[in-house]
């Protein structure tokens, strides 16, 4: 058997330390469980009932920690967050808490790597247990290692499988489970072949909610980054595969940039999901809940943020987590306007210096504000 822990190669953001290159200490920072499973519409924000939402922050491993999820709640109200991938092998016979997330995260989904429908479901049921609000089942990732353990973008090619997994999870959650998936996947990239998969899986699982990558991936050739870059965008195939699954609640990702870019979308499908520009240019989220949910709600703050994320730092930094750790997600929120760069430079200089704390990060900000 193949276990996905602890590998760091793999780079899962539960198990690898950006920092030091080296598996990190899982942080044992325990979130609340729900006490009533039956009760999981009942989503505390002000959006009220969970719905599948019209915008969405990607999973990326590394990268949507729940450091990073924490700090993009605070700029959303009501962006649906994903959690990184986190493997079957990691949640099963991991020793770490993978699946901590802070209560003010929801809406939360977690995204699960693996293959196995029995593993699968087991870790939906925890994770339904631990109050997630969605899983996501990964079909779209292209990694080698990934691969190896035949899930990822490589489930493309099993239909039946995908199937069998999402009405494992189903059969023990009432959380909705939803799939993430390419176009295709090498040769296999005409438009029949993808229909057939969504109708294998649809058929075969009454799963009714996917993200769609819009562009295929290779499954050798090509490193993960490269495969989020150079197969085409086919933004009109996942606009088609709306109108012929009509019934599906269908959201985009891939290279959206912009809100104006993400309601021209939502113009022919039911949500958008932004991923790298999310995270490198996070005051783009300061806008969604007023451009994409209600027209009266406030546009964020961003300097009233980073001061919002003070009290969370703190109590992070007493529970012993390093500054560097939360810091690093939040070194382009002021992207484009004067005393950014002073503002990245003095956080990427002193957040990893032993013993750094709120200082670091309050004469950042006031490296931005004195240019206000
Ligand atoms: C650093 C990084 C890590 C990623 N990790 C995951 C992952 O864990 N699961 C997944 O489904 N996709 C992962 N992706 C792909 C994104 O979810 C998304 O599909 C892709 O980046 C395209 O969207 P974008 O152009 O808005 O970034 C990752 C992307 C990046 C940049």
Redesign the pocket.
Known sequence: MILFYPDPNIRSGVLYDSFSNSPKQPEMHENKQTKNTCEFTEIPSESGKFKPSRFSV??????TDRHCRYFHRLLSKEALLYT??VTTGAIIHGKGNYLAYNEQEHPLAL?LGGSEPQALAQCAKIAQERGYDEINL?V??PSDRVQNGRFGACLMGDATLVADCVKAMQDVVDIPVTV?TRIGIDEQDSYAFLCDFIDIVVQNSACDNFVI?ARKAWLSGLSPKEN?EIPPLDYPRVYQLKKDFPQLTLSI????KTLEEAKQHLQYVDGV?????AYQNPSILAHVDRELFDENAQVTNTVDVIKALYPYIEQELSNGTYLGHITRHILGIFQGIPGARQWRRHLSENAHKPGSDIMVVEKALGMVTERM
């Open positions: 990607a999973p990326m491993l590394d990268w990184e991938m995204q990964n779209g990732c993430k990558h989020r990702n891939g290279g959206i999901m932004v991923g790298r520009e």
